[in-house]
């Protein structure tokens, strides 16, 4: 079994990574909330070679350097892929076991829901996080 497995709500596609993420983040940005249909985009960073996906995957581009990825048959929210950086973001719900996901930070908290109060200690970033 592969360290990190996931897919989509009716199976249609799945991926997996054997190595540990780059990172693990909450994104709070306008963007994430709405691909993602949620108040924040927590997700695990790989490099893209480091991932397998099988299935068919649709793609949208949320910015001009961002693509996201979600199953065409269920609509699930996969993955974000910045290609000129050479990484792909998997979101955490999409895993077959999400408790694997453990944040480091949070970033674009500026644009955070009001309502949701962030208090496990991560640091927050207001705008993007540092490089």
Partial sequence: MAKYEGGCLCGAVRYKAEVEPVNERVCHCRICQRAIGAAFNARLLFRIDDVTIEGP???????????????????TTLFSRRDSRGILGVTSGSLDDPSLFKPDMHFWTASKQPWLILDDGLPQYEGAPPA
């Fill in 57 to 75: 995957v649709a793609t949208i581009h949320s910015t001009p350097d961002l693509k996201r990825g979600f199953c065409p048959a269920c609509g």
